[in-house]
């Protein structure tokens, strides 16, 4: 099982060297051609992402969990196997792979804990923007709670 078949059959054209890191939501709306934000995302994806991308365990782990959901994906919920296959499709596109390294965004990572005033459900937004942060990445989503992150080199999709 590919991602989206139909969207992912472009090469990929890159206007920045600089590694870019997805957040889940720009991975879930990649991965679901009904998401609201399928069209910006695989736009992003086919003109503008970085040549290399990605995938943090926490993003993996987060996709595979929300595909699998049926309150999420209704009838388009996957089994284990298939968000494995989708994960490992993912992961076979050029430019696209599993960030290394990720303990040395370990120390940056608690001091946004620590310094931040964040609320508990942004403890995985800080750990990717430590992740980011530490490894001079950027950080691309829909999310506009990243927008918090002092330091953070971040592109909002819209």
Not at 76 to 96: H, I, N
Request: neutral net charge.
């Amino acid at each position: 099982m590919r991602p989206c078949s139909n969207c992912w059959t472009h090469e990929r054209y890159s206007r920045f060297t600089r590694s870019g890191c997805f957040d889940l939501t720009v991975w879930l709306a990649l991965a679901c051609p009904d998401h609201s934000h399928h069209r910006q995302a695989v736009h992003y994806w086919e003109h503008q992402a970085a040549g290399q991308v990605l995938f943090c365990t926490v993003t993996a782990l987060g996709l595979v969990r929300l595909v699998c959901q049926p309150k999420l994906m209704g009838a388009a919920a996957k089994t284990l196997a298939e968000a494995s296959s989708l994960l490992d499709a993912f992961c076979q596109q050029p430019g696209v792979s599993l960030a290394s390294e990720e303990r040395a965004g370990w120390e940056v990572f608690h001091q946004l804990l620590r310094n931040g005033g964040l609320p508990s459900r942004l403890c995985t937004d800080a750990y990717l923007a430590a992740l980011a942060i530490t490894h001079g990445w950027r950080l691309v989503s829909f999310d506009c709670d990243f927008e918090r992150f002092e330091g953070l080199e971040r592109l909002m999709l819209r």
